[in-house]
């Protein structure tokens, strides 16, 4: 349960931090309205991905991050163009590149610190 609810915060934490980069990045203001407006779809997705993936399951694997990522931006990026009217190749590549940075290296990097909590001494 502790690791399902860590991988729960870990991965909105990552959408919320490449948020509100973009934001920052591009004068959107730090105000958490806006912030929460940007992230929405991705947030939404992000749902989804945790249930497409069955995550609670497994939640800190590569293995999940693998299924929750493409989900994530997938349908983050529709959620998003819907609501926008448009969406820009160089935004999807962006998102698609942050966001699998984002939530596959903090798997990979727990999965390391495991790897060497087993590791005999």
Do not use: C, K, N, Q
Not at 31 to 48: I, K, N, S
Not at 59 to 75: D, E, F, M, Q
Not at 108 to 114: D, H, I, P, V, Y
Request: charge should be positive; hydrophobic fraction near 60%.
């Amino acid at each position: 349960m502790r690791r399902t609810a860590f991988a729960a915060v870990a991965d909105t934490a990552a959408v919320l931090a490449f948020a509100a980069s973009g934001r920052r990045t591009h004068s959107g203001g730090a105000e958490v309205v806006g912030l929460l407006a940007t992230a929405g779809p991705f947030l939404v997705a992000l749902a989804a991905g945790w249930a497409v993936a069955r995550a609670w399951r497994s939640a800190a694997t590569l293995r999940t991050g693998l299924i929750v990522w493409p989900v994530t931006v997938a349908g983050g990026l529709a959620l998003r163009a819907a609501f926008t009217g448009r969406l820009p190749l160089s935004f999807a590549l962006v998102v698609a590149v942050v966001l699998g940075i984002l939530l596959l290296g903090w798997r990979g990097l727990a999965g390391l610190a495991e790897g060497y909590r087993r590791t005999p001494r």
